[in-house]
C-alpha cells in the first residue's frame, strides 16, 4: 500500500509519514514520545519500528529521544512471496516495490527536498535575526546605525522583523506543502525547492540502497543482491545515477517474512548519537527511557549511585533542565551521611 496519501498535488493532504526505528522494548516510550512532542496522528507500531503522521519540521523532530533512526516513509506492505515462485519471479516483485506506484516515490523525494530547504531557510532568517545590524552600507539609508536615536532604533527592529515574519511565511507557504493548504503543481514546486535549496534535480540525483533482509528471504538472497535489483529499477524507472561513497539520497528496504519497508532516512546521523555524550556508556535511548520511568519534577534531586558513566544523568539533565543532576561524589556523600545517621 501506499505510504504517503496526497491531495490534489504530490504533497501529502495531513502531514507527512514517517516511522522510527527502536530497540526492543522501547517501542511503547516512542509511541508516547511522538504523540505528546510532535503531536503525531495514526501512530502504529511492529515490533521494532513506529510509523506516524506529523506536521513538525526538522527542528522537533531531532529531539525524539527514544528512536535509534527516522525515516521519511515512502512504501510499507505485505511481504514478499518468495514459498513457492521462482527467483527471477521474485526479483520482478522486488522491482514492483520501485515501478508499481512512482507517485509515492516522488512525493516522498518532493517532502525530503521541502523538509531540507525550509530548514536551511529558517537557519538562514535566525542567523540574519541574530545580527540585524550587519548590513550593507546604503541598505534602508541608514550609514551609521550607532547615531541612531532609540526610538529610531526600535522602529528599524519592528520594521525588521516585520520583514522576516513575511519572508518566512511565504517561504513557509512554498516549499512547506504540508503545513499549508496551499499547493502548486509538483513540478514547479520541485523546481523551487531545486533553485533555491541548490539540491541536484530530481534527474540528477545520486543514491545508494541500504538493505536489511530476514526471515525466509534471507535464506533466498542476501542484501547486496537485493540492493542491486532495487537499484537498477530506480536507474531505470527515474534517472537516478548510483554512489555508493557519498550520495544525495540513501534508500533504505526492509524485506522479512511480517512486512516490506521502504524509506529515506532523515538524518545522516542517528537519532540515538546524542552530541552531549563523550563517553558512550548505557543506550542514550535506554537512558532516556528509565529516566522518564522517574517522572522527574521542577526542583527534583535525580539520584543515581551506581552512575557508571553518569549517562542516565546527562539524558535527565538535558530533558528536564530544572531538575538537579548531582555528580557520584555528591550521591555518595548524601548516602554516607543518611546511612550513618541511621545507624547512630
Known amino acids: 500500500m501506499a505510504a504517503l496519501q496526497t491531495g490534489s498535488g504530490s504533497r501529502p493532504a495531513a502531514g507527512a509519514r514517517f516511522f522510527c526505528t527502536a530497540g526492543r522494548g522501547l517501542e511503547p516510550f516512542l509511541m508516547r514520545e511522538v504523540r505528546t512532542r510532535l503531536a503525531a496522528t495514526q501512530v502504529e507500531y511492529i515490533s521494532g519500528k513506529v510509523f506516524f503522521t506529523t506536521c513538525s519540521d526538522l527542528n522537533m523532530l531531532k529531539k525524539l529521544k527514544s528512536a535509534e533512526r527516522l525515516f521519511l516513509l515512502i512504501k510499507k506492505q505485505f511481504p514478499l512471496n518468495v514459498s513457492s515462485v521462482s527467483k527471477g519471479k521474485i526479483f520482478n516483485e522486488m522491482q514492483r516495490l520501485v515501478n508499481d506506484d512512482p507517485e509515492s516515490w516522488l512525493s516522498a523525494i518532493s517532502i525530503w527536498k521541502n523538509l531540507l530547504e525550509l530548514d536551511a531557510k529558517k537557519d538562514k532568517l535566525s542567523q540574519r535575526d541574530a545580527n540585524p545590524l550587519k548590513r550593507k552600507v546604503g541598505e534602508n539609508d541608514i550609514t551609521n546605525p550607532k547615531k541612531l536615536k532609540t526610538e529610531q532604533m526600535q522602529e528599524l527592529q519592528e520594521s525588521r522583523e516585520c520583514q522576516l515574519e513575511k519572508q518566512m511565511e511565504e517561504e513557509t507557504v512554498e516549499h512547506g506543502g504540508f503545513l499549508t493548504s496551499g ?25 545508494r540502497v541500504s538493505c536489511r533482509c530476514s526471515g525466509t528471504l534471507a535464506k533466498t538472497f542476501t542484501a547486496q543482491e537485493v540492493g542491486r535489483v532495487i537499484g537498477i529499477a530506480l536507474m ?15 534508500i533504505f528496504i526492509h524485506l522479512n517474512d511480517i512486512y516490506s519497508v521502504v524509506g529515506i532516512p532523515v538524518f545522516r546521523v542517528p537519532l540515538a548519537s546524542r552530541a552531549y555524550i563523550k563517553t558512550a556508556g548505557l543506550r542514550s535511548t535506554i537512558a532516556w527511557a528509565m529516566a522518564s520511568l522517574a517522572e522527574i519534577k521542577a526542583g527534583a534531586f535525580v539520584l543515581d549511585p551506581m552512575c557508571g558513566l553518569g549517562t542516565i544523568l546527562l539524558e535527565a539533565a538535558k530533558e528536564w533542565p530544572n531538575c538537579h543532576c548531582p555528580q557520584r561524589v555528591l550521591i555518595l556523600l548524601f548516602l554516607t551521611f543518611h546511612l550513618g545517621k541511621s545507624l547512630s
Open 236 to 250: 531505470k524507472q527515474y534517472g537516478w545515477k548510483a554512489d555508493l561513497r557519498n550520495p544525495n539520497l540513501e
Open 183 to 207: 499547493e502548486k503543481p509538483p513540478e514547479a514546486s520541485q523546481n523551487d525547492v531545486v533553485k533555491a535549496a541548490g539540491t541536484p534535480d530530481r534527474k540528477d540525483l545520486t543514491f
